[in-house]
């Protein structure tokens, strides 16, 4: 198979639902982006778009996000939809169309907006429309599992694993705490300034990250569930909107544009787990990877994990008690946010601006998907590559 090369990408700057996105519907936004990239590309054409969408209108919105950026519509573009994981599931299928020969240079990633979702409901003909509302019914949460439809599934399956894990809300404390104080670190020291555009003229600021993240704050919070203990509005992520794109290119693209690429996406993996405790699976993919890699722990410079909740965190130390501090370096979703699409891609961007700038090998990055399903990518820095 021939070898992928991410050869640039760049991320709008992250906000809160209802923020300084909130009038920006997703295809807008993510043109906004798109274009940004393209520049850097030089008038290089993609053979293909394949970017990741979760709470979007439906269809196939990449084609939309795509002739809004005002791109050839000779280039054809699909939607990938695995939620929280769409965005990296799109490197994953992008690779493959590169490594298969079927493409020379395809763009991947994605783009979300939580302010601007449409309201859905059951048809009337469904057997449940009564039951979930009827004509006045209508859900955010798509359904994930076989059963009852029940709008805080991700929340409740946190909260089980937690329970499940013997993971108690002062342990994830901290984990809170880090990730703000790491995106603020960060941000003061402009470490993503390479990979982070300006999407909205005055929108300069990634809306989630909060200063004054206190211990005292984190004590005060009530818990998400009615009868939960363990997941606040703190250690579990919030809604949110953003795009973040990556141009994936193979070695004759390389040597044909004279151009040098920032990586090489090594190996992939997807796997299924318990739908009811999906946050376990971000870790299964890290071992799985792992294994599938012939490497170690000690082999990786970088992982970054999707930190839709902290308890990925604290399963992560209990997992990797010698790799905490080559976790999640710039701070994790937390912090910055979860706008599912773009998800995969902020934390591509981020693993490999981590590996330039500590001068690493290896990173990993991986993300839980609702329904059970994790998916890790393999990058390599190119100062390592053949």
Not at 107 to 114: L, V
Not at 119 to 133: F, I, L, S
Not at 208 to 226: N, T, V, Y
Not at 244 to 259: I, N, P, T, Y
């Amino acid at each position: 198979m021939k070898k992928v090369y991410l050869l640039d990408g760049v991320r709008s700057y992250i906000g809160i639902e209802n923020g300084m996105y909130r009038h920006i519907p997703a295809e807008r936004l993510g043109a906004e982006v798109l274009k940004q990239l393209m520049e850097r590309l030089s008038g290089n054409m993609p053979d293909f778009i394949l970017t990741g969408n979760a709470v979007g209108a439906g269809g196939n919105l990449t084609r939309l996000m795509m002739l809004e950026a005002g791109l050839p519509e000779t280039i054809p573009a699909c939607t990938v939809d695995l939620q929280c994981a769409s965005g990296l599931e799109s490197l994953i299928l992008g690779a493959a169309k590169i490594q298969s020969g079927q493409a020379e240079l395809v763009i991947a990633g994605g783009f979300e907006s939580s302010s601007t979702a449409p309201r859905r409901g059951y048809h009337k003909n469904h057997p449940e429309y009564e039951t979930y509302g009827g004509a006045e019914g209508w859900y955010r949460v798509a359904k994930f599992m076989p059963g009852e439809h029940r709008q805080n599934a991700m929340l409740e399956g946190a909260e089980k694993t937690a329970l499940a894990e013997k993971i108690s809300r002062k342990m994830l404390d901290p984990w809170v705490l880090r990730s703000h104080q790491l995106a603020k670190k960060a941000r003061e020291e402009q470490a993503l300034s390479g990979i982070v555009v300006e999407a909205v003229r005055g929108c300069c600021r990634d809306e989630g990250i909060r200063d004054r993240m206190s211990q005292r704050l984190l004590d005060r919070l009530p818990c998400l569930l009615e009868h939960g203990t363990v997941l606040t509005a703190a250690n579990a992520c919030l809604t949110h909107d953003g795009a973040s794109f990556v141009a994936l290119c193979s070695e004759d693209f390389l040597k044909a544009q004279g151009k040098k690429a920032k990586a090489e996406l090594c190996n992939e993996i997807e796997l299924g787990s318990d739908p009811s405790m999906s946050p376990r699976t971000a870790i299964l993919a890290v071992e799985q990877l792992l294994k599938k890699s012939r490497l170690k722990e000690p082999d990786i410079s970088i992982f970054e994990c999707n930190e839709a909740f902290a308890i990925i965190d604290e399963l992560f130390a209990r997992t990797y008690p010698n790799a905490i501090e080559r976790y999640n370096v710039f701070g994790g979703a937390l912090a910055y946010g979860h706008p599912y699409g773009a998800s995969g891609g902020m934390i591509t961007l981020h693993a490999v601006e981590a590996l330039r700038q500590r001068k690493g090998k290896f990173a990993i990055c991986s993300v839980a998907a609702a329904g059970g399903v994790g998916a890790a990518i393999l990058l390599k820095n190119m100062q390592f590559s053949c």
